[in-house]
């Protein structure tokens, strides 16, 4: 009897006789874990996670009491590298899988990973507010700018002493990334659809190369204006937009996860330590030198350009000399958390410095934010981004 094509032993009702023994049932299929976020199809990205670490505890620490020493904005603009980096190889990725780009798909993916942590941490935030325990305030212009990512400008702009919750104004940096996201993937699939995947690449990296001497040109007219705004150039997206693109650039040129494996060289040579050595220094400099209108007007540059080196080779070479670091597994487990963790430690030390009147050295503050922030950011990773990690997954 043939039934849907296959032939089946006409077993029903039939006594197979003594020593007979049914087949075993085959184990069931273990659980697949999800998966992390920097995977792609060629693999997990190396060292991605490491330096999420590195930024987050930058601008931790900075916060923290050591802000003099360790500006916060260097973590935050390893971040916007690190996110333009990512996003164009997984868009690059895409692409070659599926000959496209699904902007939708990109847009539930984004508010899937962004929107949950964000919501819990303002619905903190604001609840401290409403007991007393946080400095700030409340207003529907200020909460509505946070939901919509309008952060950035409300701030320079609209923002006064009571408008947010204190230690919520790091959301600025995530409007500039969503801001450019708006934009950044409908330019992709345009610019693929138009001059196919390999004159793309080239199109895209002129484009991006003029896009970021104008963001340096529009900076340096700024900052040569009498009283310039330090807020506009610090936090807006028309002046931030190319920490971003820089990471796209790297993306595009010579991304190094993206080499194949049988042209990856087994360990750095001297040429290799002497440009990654070159990038650390310049980075070096960017923060040594204070000068408030280089700060806000060349640093951004040069710190991209110094990105570039460090993170080709972390990524090339994760286990040569320091960049093994990155990739340990407690490390990486801090790169994981690391929107948990940029969410709230500022609110926590600003709720510290409402209701403990006492004299509190930084490194303590330091440890404080970090325990509590790794606390919060195991807490949504475990319970509440399990769900729409599923829904993201599905989503590729």
């Known amino acids: 009897m043939a039934v849907g094509g296959e032939n089946l032993p006409r077993t029903i009702g039939v006594d197979p006789g003594p020593g007979y023994a049914a087949p075993p049932l085959p184990p069931p299929a273990p659980r697949q874990p999800l998966p992390p976020p920097t995977l792609t199809s060629r693999g997990p990205i190396a060292s991605l996670d490491g330096l999420r670490a590195l930024a987050v505890l930058i601008v931790v620490v900075s916060h923290a009491g050591y802000g003099n020493t360790i500006p916060g904005g260097l973590g935050v603009t390893i971040f916007f ?14 692409h070659e899988r599926h000959g496209r780009i699904s902007i939708k798909q990109f847009y539930q993916r984004r508010a899937f990973r962004l929107l949950p942590p964000l919501l819990v941490t303002l619905a903190i935030a604001y609840l401290l ?91 340096c007219y700024l900052v040569s204006q009498p009283g310039f705004n330090q807020l506009h150039t610090y936090y807006s997206t028309d002046t931030r937009f190319d920490s971003i693109l820089f990471g796209c650039l790297l993306a595009l040129w010579y991304n190094p996860a993206r080499l194949p494996l049988q042209v990856r060289d087994t360990k750095m040579r001297a040429k290799d330590w002497l440009l990654c050595a070159a990038g650390l220094a310049l980075l070096l400099a960017t923060i040594v030198y204070r000068d408030v209108q280089f700060r806000e007007s060349f640093r951004y540059t040069l710190q991209g350009l110094a990105l570039v080196p460090i993170f080709f080779y972390a990524i090339r070479f994760p286990q040569a000399g320091p960049f093994r670091l990155l990739n340990l597994r407690a490390i990486a487990r801090v790169g994981v958390l690391s929107y948990g963790i940029y969410l709230i430690h500022d609110i926590f030390l600003e709720a510290l410095a409402t209701d403990v009147h006492v004299s509190m050295p930084s490194w303590l503050r330091f440890g404080l934010a970090v325990g509590v922030s790794v606390v919060f950011a195991t807490i949504l990773d475990r319970y509440i981004d399990p769900y729409f990690r599923r829904k993201r997954a599905a989503l590729h």
């Open 81 to 94: 590298f690190l996110s333009g980096f990512l996003i164009t190889t997984l868009i690059l990725d895409e």
């Open 129 to 219: 507010v409403g007991a007393g325990l946080l400095d700030g305030g409340f207003t529907v212009q200020g909460l509505t700018s946070q939901l919509f990512y309008f952060a950035n400008y409300f701030t320079i702009f609209f923002a006064h002493a009571n408008s947010q919750p204190g230690g919520s104004g790091i959301l600025w940096s995530l409007a500039v990334e969503e801001h450019f996201y708006l934009v950044f993937p409908v330019v992709m699939l345009l610019v693929f659809r138009r001059f196919g995947p390999h004159r793309a690449r080239t199109v895209l990296i002129r484009a991006f190369v003029v896009l970021c001497v104008a963001a340096l040109a529009w900076r």
